[in-house]
């Protein structure tokens, strides 16, 4: 009887794609909780002027270098202490989370974007034309990433926008190569022959008809893209080539932590938490995602 | 073979040739007058302006001056730096052994943990030690190493003592620079304790540069091993009654490592970026450091220089790494 029942079950319709995703999703322990910390840094980030007790740019003189509230002399005025001019840590990083998801952002749309346009047309056309764009897109691989980025706001000037520019042009390089693969594997499938036999256009067998079926290897890049994103904009932050005093970047804060590291080291360990556990949570949420949406790993 | 290694060469040429487009670009690109930018706010006298731009050699054709620059990098003429007026080739040879010995150690760290964690995990998969080492590994890559850096520095050198802040050697010992590499300087100077002073400020610089590589090998050399262990020759060597040990450090990790050891190559222009990064927290007189520091003072010639010769590095190593590729794994040797 029993094992009818289970039979029964099983000859029952598919899941919907989206449940289907959402429930291997979940079985991954740590692509959750990756996702809910994603979570909670966008709720932070949007509701920052709420939530921050402070100014991010507000200097209290006469509390410079307080320590956290838990410790000898710390307030409950000042959860995390203060920096060395007086500004509240709280307050800076979860202003600061705005500024990180703000770049994540950014830096993905802009090169998931155009490595989507160069991708698909150089896949699809073939030719010089795709030949030129591999070999250029092979070049930029070539270099380290930072060092690229370096030498882009070198060229434009530091600040946090040309920061985000130069991050945007030295990922994109992995999104050509994403959507080129995946379209020439796709291109040569029966359903894309029928359109084309149908009487499809170039421009609609690329972008309607091939490119929905190349979207999981590049929705899975552009989740690790902002951790990659993230990380480079507060490297370059760190070195003084990204977001410029005094706006609160983590990155930046941590630039003139250094002098402080003996005296203070509540100003050192503070911003770069909130860094690594942002990235990872976004590393944890892209390999989850990887895991469900490859037709291939799934059990 | 040599089909395979001269295709390979001739790759390489296009991606030179637009590597120095880039970085001859570089001056062109910079919105305004490179010349005033260099001078800064104060101002600058039209003579003096005249000067610059001549030994910049921005009077003359945009082709002409390409074409000397290509002319120079055959040559091993980079140019000048404006600031210290030393040749960037100089500059560059000078600093590089520093830059050099500190990866080294830092990719000797990052071996030795990352590839016994490795194979470890990959055969114990699923224990705790297995997820321990996923876990540390995912981590380690998330990890920005500047803040690192820094949370060493403040365990280690401040609050334990054990290990110096920043720099190389200890103020209390001069040597010459002979070789530029400091271990080695430092064995052939006299002074009793230059050579444990030199080692003590390589420990946290090494770990901090070697943490991602550390991270991804680990991860790696698992997948790798995973992967061969379900092979048939592994099944066959353990249905022969050959030892565990035999089966994984003979039959098996010969045939993983061949991915790990392009992934190993390729770490080096992770290295070299992130020497970038580790050598301005600990004051490393290396061409990272140098490098950021040109760019803050707006000396174009060195940027240029450094860049070129740094990509121009990952590029070669990352040949090597095909190279051996091809040595190592005989299916692409027929191949091709």
């Known amino acids: 009887m029993s094992e009818s029942l289970s039979i029964a079950n099983h000859s029952s319709a598919p899941l919907h794609p989206f449940k289907e995703f959402w429930l291997y999703f979940c079985e991954n322990k740590g692509a959750l909780i990756g996702f809910c910390f994603i979570l909670f840094i966008v709720f932070v980030a949007l509701m920052a002027q709420y939530i921050a007790p402070h100014s991010p740019f ?25 920096d060395d001019v007086g500004r509240d840590m709280l307050s800076r990083l979860i202003h600061g989370a705005r500024l990180s998801l703000l770049v994540g952002v950014i830096v993905v749309t802009i090169s998931l974007a155009a490595g989507i346009l160069l991708g698909i047309v150089s896949g699809y056309v073939g030719g010089y034309f795709e030949t030129m764009i591999m070999r250029l897109m092979d070049i930029m691989l070539a270099l380290p990433s930072l060092l690229l980025a370096m030498a882009i706001v070198t060229i434009l000037g530091p600040s946090l926008e040309n920061a985000i520019l130069a991050i945007a042009v030295v990922i994109l390089p992995h999104y050509v190569r994403l959507a080129r693969a995946s379209v020439i594997t796709e291109k040569a499938k029966d359903y894309v022959t029928a359109s084309r036999v149908c009487g499809a256009g170039a421009l609609r067998l690329m972008f309607i008809v091939i490119l929905p079926n190349c979207m999981a290897p590049l929705i899975v890049q552009a989740t690790l893209g902002f951790s990659t994103a993230i990380l480079d904009a507060a490297a370059l932050g760190f070195l003084g080539m990204g977001a410029q005093p005094p706006i609160p970047e983590w990155g930046a804060m941590l630039a003139n932590a250094l002098q402080f590291v003996q005296r203070a080291w509540w100003v050192v360990t503070f911003p770069g938490l909130a860094i690594f556990f942002t990235v990872i949570a976004f590393n944890l949420a892209g390999d989850g995602l990887r895991d469900s949406l490859d037709p291939k790993l799934k059990r | 073979m040599i089909k395979f290694l001269l295709r390979r060469i001739a790759m390489i040429i296009p991606t030179f040739i637009g590597m120095t487009l880039l970085t001859f670009a570089l001056i062109h690109l910079v919105p305004g007058d490179p010349v005033e930018l260099i001078a800064g706010e104060r101002g600058i006298t039209p003579a003096r302006h005249a000067v610059l731009r001549s030994e910049l050699g921005l ?26 007026k030393q ?33 470890i995990a990959g055969v114990k ?32 050198s401040v609050f334990l003592g054990w290990t110096p802040v920043s720099g190389r050697l200890s103020a209390l010992f001069w040597i010459d620079a002979d070789t530029g590499f400091m271990l080695i300087d430092a064995l052939k100077s006299d002074e009793k304790g230059t050579f444990v002073s030199a080692m003590r400020h390589l420990i946290l610089p090494s ?20 992967e061969v262990l ?18 994984i450090m003979v039959h098996a990790l010969r045939n993983a490592l061949i991915p790990v050891i392009t992934v190993i190559g390729l770490q080096t222009g992770v290295l070299l970026a992130g020497a970038i990064l580790t050598e301005t927290i600990f ?21 240029q220089g450094g860049i070129l010769l740094i990509s121009s590095l990952v590029i070669l190593v990352n040949l090597a790494v095909d190279m051996l590729y091809g040595v190592v794994n005989p299916r692409i040797r027929h191949n091709k």
Not at chain 2, 207 to 226: K, W, Y
């Open chain 2, 207 to 226: 770990i901090v540069l070697g943490t991602i590589p550390l991270a991804v090998i680990a991860r790696m050399t698992r997948s790798a091993m995973l």
């Open chain 2, 230 to 247: 379900t092979e048939d020759y592994v099944r066959t060597a353990r249905a022969k009654g050959l030892s565990p040990l035999r089966v």
């Open chain 2, 87 to 119: 040749p960037v080739f100089k500059e560059f040879m000078t600093l590089f052994p520093a830059t050099m010995e500190l990866s080294f150690f830092a990719m000797i760290f990052a071996v030795t943990l990352g590839l016994p964690a490795g194979i």
């Open chain 2, 59 to 84: 009077d003359k054709p945009l082709l002409v001056q390409y074409g000397n620059y290509i002319w120079g990098i055959f040559h091993g003429n980079l140019g000048k730096s404006i600031v210290t």
């Open chain 2, 283 to 303: 004051a490393w007189p290396g061409v990272g450091k140098w490098i950021v520091e040109s760019i803050n003072r707006r000396d174009y010639p060195a940027v």
């Open chain 1, 58 to 82: 507000e200097q209290y003189r006469d509390a410079i270098l307080n320590p956290p509230a838990w410790m000898d002399g710390g307030t409950w005025t000042f959860p995390l202490g203060t």
């Open chain 2, 125 to 156: 998969r699923g224990t705790f030690f297995d997820h321990s080492v996923m876990g540390l590994s995912l981590a380690g890559y998330s990890m920005p190493i500047f803040w690192w850096g820094l949370l060493l520095i403040l365990f280690f």
